[in-house]
């Protein structure tokens, strides 16, 4: 089955440590992204990565960074730095090459910081 | 800069209502537009898009929108409303030139009473 897999589902974490949410994707996408989901806030992208070794800040990259090195894989680290943790976290795909781009979603991972 | 509003934050419908959830949004250029639904437990997922042609588009499980571009709006209707239909529906625009900068609504949590 073509998808995206993002593990773990939940994950729990002490204030102050680093965490790295997986995203693989084998739908054969370039472009891939992560969104932060919060209750009344619908989606806001923190990073998006359009080619292998390439990505971009998103609208809410400060506390977060991701690595693209395979085109299959799009991790994100959450640092220490970003004051609020706490939230769902969303990978997508999609195509770059062919209108209008819909995205593709993986199952997501809550994240609680305490 | 883009933005999309969703009108609606909860509704609550009796089975066989019709339902229509109102989305505007904020561009002046070619946009592509979708409807996503994330029903419980399950990803997030694409019910219809705009990309050209005809305004009217039809989805799956009987949704369709409307865009209409002089009023910027892209609103979800469906006739008859089923309990399998609760979700929380998001709106979102792209610009199409790419779809990296696609932008989110609030979202609207829909509860069918049976």
């Known amino acids: 089955d073509g998808g995206i897999t993002q593990s773990p589902k939940y994950l729990f974490r002490k204030e102050g440590q680093n965490v790295t949410l997986s995203c693989e994707q084998n739908?054969?996408?370039?472009?891939m992204y992560w969104y932060r989901q919060d209750p009344g806030q619908g989606l806001r992208l923190i990073y998006y990565?359009?080619?292998?070794?390439?990505?971009q800040k998103g609208d809410i990259a400060e506390g977060y960074s991701v690595s693209r090195e395979k085109k299959e894989s799009f991790p994100l680290t959450v640092t220490s730095a970003q004051k609020n943790p706490t939230a769902f976290y969303l990978c997508?795909?999609?195509?770059?090459?062919?209108?209008?781009?819909?995205?593709?979603f993986g199952p997501g991972t809550r994240l609680t910081v305490t | 800069a883009q933005s999309v509003s969703q009108h609606n934050h909860h509704v609550i419908l009796s089975e066989a209502a019709s339902l229509e959830l109102g989305c505007n949004y904020s561009?002046?250029?070619?946009?592509?537009l979708f409807w996503y639904v994330q029903y419980p437990g399950q990803h997030l997922q694409l019910l219809l898009k705009?990309?050209?042609?005809?305004?009217l588009v039809k989805g799956i499980k009987g949704f369709e929108a409307e865009f209409i571009k002089s009023k910027f709006s892209f609103n979800l209707r469906k006739p008859s409303v089923q309990w399998s239909d609760t979700a929380e529906y998001f709106c979102?625009?792209?610009?199409?030139?790419?779809?990296?900068?696609?932008?989110f609504g609030a979202g609207t949590r829909l509860f069918v009473k049976a």
């Open positions: 705009y990309f050209s042609g005809d305004p």
């Open positions: 561009y002046g250029g070619t946009v592509n």
């Open positions: 997508a795909s999609s195509t770059w090459t062919q209108p209008p781009y819909e995205q593709y």
């Open positions: 739908l054969n996408h370039d472009a």
């Open positions: 979102a625009v792209n610009a199409g030139t790419g779809g990296f900068k696609t932008i």
């Open positions: 990565s359009q080619i292998v070794n390439d990505f």
